[in-house]
């Protein structure tokens, strides 16, 4: 048996006057995920960080990286958990990029930029990453899909594929439709892949109206005797902030990808699939 303890952050934007009112909540929402192992924050979070540039210019949130990383390298170290820290826009190269961070207890730093982009990131200056990519931990083999990402069966095949055990999918849906999309596309890629798929959603208005986030995150496993019949173990209350927590169990979904009552992942026909 081997079991992981993940929680997952429901975020909720909010009027800030300073960097350390942001690291404040930060850190009482972590202490509410006390004995986690894993910690889960929403897509692109830091654009609260907007309350601290004039006229809320969101073109400008690159310029608090160096503190996002800091911020979440030292909280990692500190209460020795991985924090999944959400995404955060960064500039590279005189590009922009929505790049998630899985931040270690032993200081390692795990970076995934989006591949498949929203229509609205590109038009605000957003460029695609183009690797697909799972981390090692001490915990669990897990991977990134960020928000639309997991929208596309071929991401979360390969991350299985390729030895994941656990999906993170940091998200920042803008109203219900956006939401459901993603959620039906989370619970589809559980079932599809026998793997956990941990959702974490952004909510709350920010001082763009129009950009409002929707959510409801949630923890979910493949829909199979031994986990719940609707394949969410923990969920969260609607658009508020708030944190959530399940248990996983690596060593059943192993023993369900071989012997379980739908093992669609050991049933699968690739030679069909080719042609």
């Not at 498949?116 to 038009?123: A, D, G, R």
């Not at 920010?206 to 829909?223: D, L």
Request: net charge negative; hydrophobic share 35%.
């Amino acid at each position: 048996m081997r079991n992981v303890k993940v929680s997952s952050v429901q975020f909720a934007y909010k009027p800030i006057k300073s960097f350390e009112d942001f690291e404040s909540n930060v850190e009482n929402l972590i202490q509410r995920a006390k004995g986690s192992d894993f910690i889960v924050f929403p897509e692109t979070f830091t654009m609260e960080l907007q309350y601290l540039i004039p006229n809320n210019d969101i073109s400008k949130i690159h310029e608090f990286t160096e503190q996002y990383l800091e911020l979440f390298t030292q909280l990692s170290r500190k209460k020795k958990q991985y924090i999944v820290a959400g995404s955060h826009v960064t500039k590279k190269n005189d590009k922009y990029y929505n790049t998630g961070y899985i931040f270690c207890p032993d200081g390692e730093i795990f970076e995934h930029s989006k591949t498949h982009l929203f229509p609205l990131e590109p038009f605000l200056g957003i460029s695609p990453g183009n690797t697909i990519e799972t981390f090692e931990t001490t915990k669990a083999k897990v991977g990134l899909a960020i928000c639309y990402e997991v929208e596309f069966p071929e991401v979360v095949r390969i991350l299985t594929l390729k030895g994941a055990e656990i999906i993170f999918c940091p998200s920042y849906t803008i109203g219900e439709h956006g939401f459901w999309r993603v959620r039906y596309c989370c619970q589809a890629r559980a079932i599809e892949n026998q793997i956990y798929v941990v959702l974490s959603c952004m909510v709350g208005t920010p001082p763009i109206t129009e950009m409002a986030g929707w959510g409801r995150s949630a923890i979910m496993s493949p829909c199979e005797n031994s986990w719940p019949p609707n394949g969410i173990i923990a969920e969260a209350k609607i658009n508020e902030e708030m944190v959530i927590t399940g248990e996983l169990d690596l060593g059943l979904l192993h023993q369900k990808r071989e012997s379980g009552s739908a093992p669609t992942l050991k049933d699968r026909r690739p030679e069909l699939y080719r042609s």
